[in-house]
């Protein structure tokens, strides 16, 4: 229980660094639900209530959160919580009702003076980083295509499957779409034992874990990926070179591996 507790406290950190908002949102279901004069109201303050309860109860953190990649990715429940427009009813009905309209204007003036100092600017220097790029993405995802899109050409073979940690792997599908994918999106990540042979692949691709299996080959193999994208400290490379694997990159950490070996069978005919 008391880990279910910690994730509920470090998701609403997380979500809410200024927990500002989350305080006038609790305030705008209170006043919905003891106004209560409309349907909507009463949905829109009920709803609310229910979902921030339900996210607040330990054991569905237990049972959910821990399903949602292993907690990190608790917060995506928040989404079911109408924080801007809980606000925003809650302000737009209390402005209009003011009879006087000297009042109205120091009721707006109040609730986005709350607002401004309640919430977190999203362009400090502690929050916000610049882009690398105008695409917007990590350089070394854009080196990676590069790199293999130079090489593809080189070597006259169209067909390119990339192996990389999970978040060069999401933004080479963004960016570039003739570089495939070694896996598609699966809630099966990395937690659990490392006898599943699955967890076991994620956990040594983005080097949580080292390959003391030595199976990367044999996973560049069943997943028909002719591309490896890696650290230098991950220790693939020995294996790589038994593998008759050839380096293509090695620069600041970072290596990209070509296997020549490995052709595309199981989408065969989208490379005639």
Same mark, same amino acid.
């Given at each position: &229980? ?12 997380a979500? +809410?660094?200024?927990?500002?908002l989350?305080? +006038?949102a ?5 006043f ?9 109201e009463?949905?829109l ?8 309860l339900?996210f607040? $109860? ?9 399903r ?11 989404? !079911?919580l109408?924080?801007t427009?809980?606000?925003? %009813? ?11 309209r000297?009042l ?10 709350l ?6 600017? =999203?362009?400090?220097?502690?929050? $916000? ?8 993405l ?7 295509a590069? =790199? ?9 073979n169209? +067909?390119?499957? !990339? &192996?990389?940690?999970? @978040?060069v ?5 963004q ?10 999106r699966s /809630? ?22 080292p @390959? %003391?299996?030595h ?7 069943? %997943? ?7 650290r ?7 294996d790589?070179?038994?593998?008759? &694997?050839e380096?293509? +990159?090695? !620069? ?6 070509y296997?020549?070996k ?8 989208? /490379?005639?």
């Open positions: &229980m008391s880990e279910s507790i910690a994730l509920i406290r470090e998701t609403l950190h979500a +809410y660094p200024a927990p500002a989350l305080i +006038y609790v305030a705008a279901i209170v919905l639900l003891t106004r209560r004069k409309t349907d909507e009463k949905v303050g009920t709803g609310a209530l229910a979902v921030l339900v607040l $109860f330990p054991p569905t953190a237990l049972l959910i959160g821990q949602m990649r292993g907690g990190t990715v608790y917060w995506r429940f928040l989404w !079911l109408p924080i427009v809980l606000l925003a %009813y809650a302000a737009v009905t209390l402005i209009t009702e003011a009879k006087k000297l109205r204007i120091a009721a707006a003036a109040v609730f986005a003076a607002l401004v100092f309640g919430g977190r600017a =999203v362009y400090r220097s502690d929050v $916000f980083e610049n882009a690398t790029s105008r695409d917007k990590q350089q070394i995802t854009m080196t990676t590069a =790199v293999i899109n130079q090489h593809a050409a080189e070597v006259g169209p +067909y390119k499957r !990339l &192996m990389a940690p999970v @978040d792997r999401c933004e080479i599908r960016f570039d779409a003739t570089i495939l994918s070694c896996v598609g /809630f099966h990540g990395t937690e659990g034992d490392d006898s599943d042979s699955y967890v076991y692949f994620n956990r040594i691709i983005d080097g949580i874990s @390959d %003391y299996k199976k990367i080959r044999k996973y560049m193999k069943y %997943y028909e990926s002719n591309y490896l994208l890696t230098t400290s991950y220790g693939f490379a020995a790589l070179e038994a593998g008759g &694997m380096k293509i +990159y090695d !620069l600041d950490g970072w290596e990209i591996w296997a020549p490995i052709k595309n069978t199981k989408h065969a005919d989208d /490379f005639k």
